[in-house]
């Protein structure tokens, strides 16, 4: 009777024992459960960051889109009114037009330069002065600097550029087109291109 209390006692402290040393954590499984939770929270916030980003992508699409047909409208609108035309090449176009309906013709130069602001690195951008005011940029993100080409008449070629000076009164109609991207300098699948042709009303 005495010898099984005593097995009885040892057998109960040697389980109290084994489950104390398994009660907690050993170090392996606290740094791996440390390290699935890491990887857990990183997927997390890249999905976060990727649906930010993509947010961003679209917002700058649309905006893109509209600042296009915005300057477009303007361009058109500025060439078709045209009584005498200065300088006239691929990236730079200089020209006199009654942009404000007015009595009085103003010099309207647009110009396709590097676009050199933070953000922008590697686009173009087309610039509009008008009577050597304040010069406000109409177009971003164009990968290319060539926008104007010129036609002395219907179903001819293009006139080489820059125009001889000589050959600046016969234009009759200007080409526009705009090709803009968001991201990347060479044409892509995010590339919009944006093309018209304007007949000069006052050389019809």
């Known amino acids: 009777m005495m010898m099984e209390k005593k097995v009885s006692q040892v057998m109960r402290l040697l389980l109290q024992g084994k489950f104390k040393k398994n009660s907690g954590f050993t ?3 606290l740094l791996l459960s440390s390290l ?3 990887i857990i929270v990183g997927l ?3 999905s976060y960051f990727n649906s930010v980003r993509s947010s961003e992508i679209t917002i700058s699409v649309a905006t893109s889109a509209r600042d296009a047909r915005t300057a477009m409208n303007l361009i058109t609108k500025d ?3 045209i009584s005498e035309i200065t300088y006239a090449n691929g ?4 020209f006199k037009s009654n942009v404000d309906s007015d009595d009085t013709m103003e010099v309207v130069h647009y110009q396709a330069i590097v676009d050199d ?3 922008y690195e590697g ?3 087309l610039t509009r002065e008008v009577d050597s005011g304040n010069t406000k940029v109409v177009a971003r993100h164009l990968i290319g600097s060539q926008i104007f080409a010129y036609i002395a008449g219907y179903g001819q070629d293009f006139l080489d550029m820059p125009v001889d000076s000589a050959m600046l009164v016969d234009i009759r109609n200007v080409n526009i087109e705009l090709s803009i991207d968001q991201q990347n300098t ?3 699948p995010r590339t919009m291109n944006l093309e018209t042709s304007v007949t000069l009303r006052n050389r019809v």
């Open 91 to 94: 990236d730079e176009f200089i």
């Open 27 to 29: 170090m392996i499984e």
């Open 123 to 125: 686009f173009y951008k």
């Open 44 to 46: 997390i916030t890249m």
């Open 117 to 119: 602001e933070e953000g």
């Open 186 to 188: 060479v044409e892509g």
């Open 79 to 81: 060439i078709r009114e």
């Open 36 to 38: 699935l939770i890491s």
